[in-house]
Structures are given as structure tokens and as C-alpha cells.
């Protein structure tokens, strides 16, 4: 009897965090989409080649198989300097997003069987609450 009780609290339990992720993400989908639709407008890039992901207390902003794979790091630091404000002004006051800590420019090599981290680019949440763009 115990055995089964258990069994139906680890069922409910699982349900009710599946149930929290899924809002938790539908809550950061719109602000993200619009970020993400807006720096595909603003560099001109294809569709497939930028996606937005929420984790912890990271934004990660992936610029995957894109012509910039190529370019020099200053030249992604560039790019990284446009992507960063229209990431910071997607987010700024959305309490679901307050955790934030930085926010991730990463170029990527992607084929279907790996995935290759070209560059990434920082920009990091400093003692004010505001975002600086990290050198390395």
C-alpha cells in the first residue's frame, strides 16, 4: 500500500514540474520570439541561423552555421554589439527573466552528428543591475 502511495506522489510530483517548466517556458516564449525575430531583422540573417534559449541564468543567443562562422572575432564582437541591446530591451523588466545573470553570443558549427562552439561573446550583469559587454 505505502509502495503504491509513493508511486502515485512521484507521478503527481513529476506532473506538477512538467506543468511548472512548460508555463515557466510559454512565459519567456514571447519575449524571446520577438528578440529573436527582430535580430534576424536587424542583421539580416536567416531564420535557421539565430535561435534564443532561456536557461538558469543565462540568454543564449545562437548564431548557428552563420556566414559570420567565418569572420574574424572582432567582426562576431561586432555583430555581438547589436545582438546584446535588442537581447537586454526583450528582457528588461519581465520578472521572468530578473535571474539573469549574462547574456550569451554563441557562434556555432552544427552538422548532424556534432556541434562546434566557434566564438562566444558576454555580456554580464554588473553590480547596477545593467548589462556590460565582457571582454576577454
Given at each position: ?6 508511486k502515485?506522489l ?8 512538467v ?6 517556458a510559454?512565459?519567456q516564449?514571447?519575449?524571446l ?5 527582430l535580430?534576424?531583422?536587424t542583421?539580416?540573417?536567416?531564420k ?29 564582437n ?8 535588442i537581447v ?10 530578473n535571474?539573469i545573470?549574462?547574456i550569451?553570443?554563441q ?7 556534432s556541434?562546434?562552439?566557434v566564438?562566444?561573446?558576454?555580456y554580464?550583469k554588473?553590480?547596477s543591475?545593467k548589462?556590460q559587454?565582457?571582454?576577454t
Amino acid at each position: 500500500m505505502r509502495r503504491m502511495i509513493s508511486k502515485v506522489l512521484y507521478v503527481f510530483a513529476s506532473l506538477l514540474f512538467v506543468g511548472v517548466v512548460v508555463a515557466y517556458a510559454q512565459a519567456q516564449a514571447p519575449a524571446l520570439d520577438g528578440a529573436r525575430n527582430l535580430i534576424i531583422q536587424t542583421i539580416g540573417a536567416e531564420k535557421d541561423t539565430v535561435a534564443i534559449v532561456a536557461t538558469g541564468k543565462v540568454v543564449t543567443v545562437k548564431r548557428i552555421n552563420s556566414n559570420m562562422n567565418g569572420s574574424s572575432h572582432g567582426a562576431r564582437n561586432s555583430e555581438a554589439t547589436v545582438i546584446g541591446p535588442i537581447v537586454v530591451q526583450a528582457i528588461a523588466d519581465k520578472p521572468e527573466f530578473n535571474g539573469i545573470l549574462v547574456i550569451r553570443v554563441q557562434y556555432l558549427r552544427r552538422s548532424s552528428q556534432s556541434s562546434k562552439v566557434v566564438d562566444t561573446i558576454e555580456y554580464r550583469k554588473d553590480a547596477s543591475g545593467k548589462f556590460q559587454f565582457h571582454e576577454t
